[in-house]
């Protein structure tokens, strides 16, 4: 068989109706994406600007709204372990809302936040797919209220100040003052707490040069705990007031800073107390 005997097949030509048309789609699709990447320029731009964060804008219910109908929206969220903080305030700290979208959420990542927060002691944020958050924090306690200059912050056992307690709402805590006060706090609290007589008549500590103590009491007097052995010093300034009670006997100060001394001022009289001493005197000779 030769070549003439194969049938020559003739290649057909596109017709030029169906060139334009695929030109038309290309030219189509390319004007929308232009147009859909100016859009998202814009909205990215109003979004970031603030723009449309106004209260009650459609525009921030969006992403909830799209959650939501995703399956993805925050529900169902459990929160333990509060005690002195809102749950709105740990929330707002991950970003977080009732309704909101949890699309993108990252439970490690909110819980490093949580924890980076300095009245949390440690976290834990677990998200069960696909609108369920449970949290659970532990708090740090409130150990004092430290005064510094005209500042006042409630801090824990370790010193470290807690932000969002208010010192005003805490006055059973107490009062210690002076720099350095917030980090010693937990060991002269830690050793009154075997004196109690004393711990309960403690208005306010100072710490004086980030050395030492003085105890300021209610009724006035001042107990000045010397640098080294302050331990023992309170335990004496105890003992003294249960055989002599000396915080009782109208004196100023009581002064232990030197070791195995004692040193006390008397109050002051003022002059119509002392007048009255003198006729009470007479009265009595009479």
Not at 14 to 21: A, C, E, F, L, N
Not at 139 to 166: C, H, N, T
Not at 215 to 239: F, N
């Amino acid at each position: 068989m030769s070549d003439d005997d194969f049938p020559v097949l003739e290649r057909r030509r596109r017709p030029s109706w169906m060139d334009k048309g695929q030109s038309l789609r290309v030219r189509f699709a390319a004007r929308a994406s232009a147009v859909l990447f100016l859009a998202g320029v814009m909205l990215s731009g109003l979004i970031k600007g603030g723009y449309l964060e106004y209260e009650g804008s459609p525009w921030m219910l969006l992403p909830g709204k799209a959650a939501g109908l995703a399956g993805m929206a925050a529900e169902d969220i459990t929160i333990t372990g509060l005690s002195h903080h809102e749950p709105e305030t740990l929330l707002a700290a991950i970003g977080v809302a009732p309704g909101g979208s949890l699309i993108g959420f990252d439970a490690i990542q909110a819980r490093n936040i949580l924890e980076n927060l300095d009245w949390v002691e440690r976290a834990k944020v677990q998200r069960v797919f696909p609108n369920q958050l449970a949290i659970e924090v532990k708090e740090r306690e409130p150990f004092a209220v430290w005064q510094r200059g005209q500042a006042y912050y409630v801090i824990d056992k370790s010193g470290a100040a807690m932000s969002g307690l208010a010192a005003a709402e805490l006055v059973r805590l107490p009062l210690v003052t002076g720099e350095g006060a917030n980090s010693a706090a937990a060991d002269l609290i830690n050793q009154l707490s075997a004196y109690p007589d004393i711990l309960l008549q403690m208005k306010a500590a100072a710490r004086v040069g980030q050395r030492r103590w003085n105890l300021y009491l209610d009724s006035g007097i001042t107990v000045q705990l010397p640098e080294q052995g302050w331990q023992e010093a309170i335990g004496m300034a105890d003992e003294l007031n249960r055989t002599q009670r000396i915080l009782s006997r109208g004196i100023r100060s009581l002064d232990l800073r030197l070791a195995g001394r004692v040193s006390v001022e008397v109050a002051q009289i003022e002059p119509a107390e002392a007048a009255d001493g003198d006729k009470k005197k007479v009265a009595g000779g009479n």
